[in-house]
């Protein structure tokens, strides 16, 4: 997987766990699979979604976007993931 300067450590075991099992999840389902606090798995699963790389229905399960399907395959330039930051689009600014 591509490093992402605004990806947290968690980002990475979050996607390992949605390539491994193609299902839709909760926060508590991720957080219990890979080990992390449910609130701070919650708040990064949205962040992820904010950015197109998740989706969420309107019963709060999370899947692999179709965008998120291209990262996993690698099909996505370092410029593109850096493009998607959800504070950057938030803020309307290129700076952090």
Do not use: C
């Not at 999370?62 to 395959?73: I, K, M, R």
């Amino acid at each position: 997987m591509k490093r992402v300067s605004w990806f947290s450590k968690i980002d990475y075991p979050i996607f390992g766990f949605l390539d491994d099992h193609n299902i839709r999840v909760t926060p508590k389902v991720v957080a219990g699979n890979i080990d992390y606090d449910r609130s701070y798995t919650g708040r990064r699963l949205r962040a992820l979604r904010d950015a197109g790389l998740l989706e969420q229905d309107d019963e709060a399960f999370y899947t692999l976007s179709d965008l998120g399907e291209e990262f996993l395959a690698g099909n996505l330039s370092k410029e593109e993931l850096e493009a998607l930051d959800p504070e950057k689009a938030e803020n309307g600014t290129d700076e952090h």
